[in-house]
């Protein structure tokens, strides 16, 4: 938390400073670290941070309460939005305190995220860019699918409704049928929509393996196929708090699915002794790296490595700890059924003012000039200065 300065008078609650270059953090990773200290509460019992994980999350929620707030939606993608989305489905199953009546409840949020993310328009299975001014960009990705998958087999479980299983089912094919996920389990990085999958980036990280292995536990009949692949995963990331998700959901996937425990919880306790063996650097000795597999500090750190750490060490306490509860085993956490459907993305046509040739000249300049701006923008970095 030494990294996190929304508590400061003049900054913003919920967020890590950010995005670059403004500061370090991309607002995924501010998601990422409330879901971190809500299983770090679940697993000791400290409630230090609850206050500050509650309001960092209600702050974020946006203007439809669906985690959409205005100030990131103009690089908004569907894995972005549903990092938020399975903190508060995993505040859900946690039986963390709910928040005010007034207030939108965890079980709704995560419903608001799955619901913006199934529409028709929406779930054509991709990474996506709201459309501003900034260039969209679509492309299917391995992590923006496997965060849907994960959230709707976790909302099948909790809620009951078999719509949700549908969906995580029909996302799972979809995966394997385009080749993100191959016979063997291995999961890649994302393709273009304009090339219909066919340049796929085979990079893989460990939380793609993580995130649809706690979604398969879920969904208990497509696990068995997959232990070795996913208890035996090498860990590695583009960002750094990837590690901390990887090893919370993988943790968690041996208590919906308990046959998983011999192979996974041996590789977690190996990995996060060479986690902590990084944790010598700085002034105060104990700050942590990035690079495990070094058993030293790297002299990287941030609030990433810090929650990558954190995610490894509780997640050696899952055996003590319940299950995730259900609205049958004593959930408390409301959904709402129309939670997502007044999102922006989700307004019908029928709702909206009819285009005038006014707002289309005006759409074209504006194309024009975010065009010749950002054809200016690569010339200038096609220089090397």
Not at 212 to 219: H, K, M, P, V
Not at 243 to 270: E, G, H, S, Y
Not at 329 to 342: F, I, L, V
Request: charged letters at 15%; proline letters at 6%; one cysteine or more.
């Amino acid at each position: 938390m030494q990294y996190y300065k929304g508590n400061e008078s003049g900054q913003t609650p919920g967020i890590l400073p950010g995005p670059p270059p403004a500061g370090d953090y991309y607002w995924w990773e501010s998601g990422a670290m409330w879901g971190t200290l809500i299983d770090y509460w679940k697993l000791t019992g400290d409630s230090t941070y609850n206050d500050e994980i509650t309001k960092s999350l209600l702050w974020q929620v946006g203007p439809n309460r669906d985690f959409k707030p205005p100030n990131v939606t103009a690089s908004l993608g569907n894995d972005d939005q549903a990092f938020w989305g399975m903190s508060a489905m995993l505040a859900a199953e946690n039986n963390f305190p709910n928040p005010p009546k007034d207030q939108p409840q965890w079980l709704a949020l995560a419903q608001a995220v799955f619901y913006t993310q199934s529409t028709p328009d929406q779930h054509d299975d991709t990474w996506y860019v709201e459309p501003t001014l900034v260039l969209p960009y679509f492309g299917y990705s391995g992590i923006a699918n496997g965060c849907f998958f994960n959230l709707g087999a976790r909302l099948a479980r909790y809620t009951g409704n078999q719509s949700y299983a549908d969906w995580a089912e029909k996302t799972w094919d979809w995966v394997k049928g385009v080749k993100l996920m191959d016979d063997e389990y291995n999961i890649y990085d994302g393709a273009h929509v304009q090339t219909n999958c066919t340049d796929i980036n085979r990079a893989q990280f460990s939380y793609n393996n993580a995130v649809y292995l706690e979604g398969a536990a879920y969904i208990r009949h497509r696990v068995r196929d997959r232990v070795d692949e996913g208890a035996h995963v090498v860990h590695g990331g583009h960002a750094q708090a990837t590690r901390a998700t990887c090893n919370r959901w993988m943790a968690v996937a041996t208590q919906v699915a308990p046959f998983l425990a011999d192979k996974i919880l041996p590789v977690l306790k190996k990995s996060t002794e060479a986690a902590v063996s990084t944790c010598t650097g700085e002034a105060n000795g104990r700050t942590c790296g990035f690079k495990w597999n070094t058993k030293a500090y790297d002299g990287s750190h941030g609030a990433g490595q810090q929650m990558n750490v954190l995610g490894a060490v509780s997640s050696l306490l899952i055996a003590q700890s319940p299950p995730p509860v259900t609205n049958m085993t004593g959930g408390t956490s409301q959904g709402d059924p129309e939670a997502g459907t007044h999102s922006d993305r989700n307004n019908k046509k029928g709702d909206l003012r009819p285009i005038t040739a006014g707002d289309k000249a005006g759409a074209s300049i504006l194309t024009i000039l975010v065009i010749v701006s950002a054809m200016g923008t690569f010339g200038w970095m096609s220089t090397g200065v």
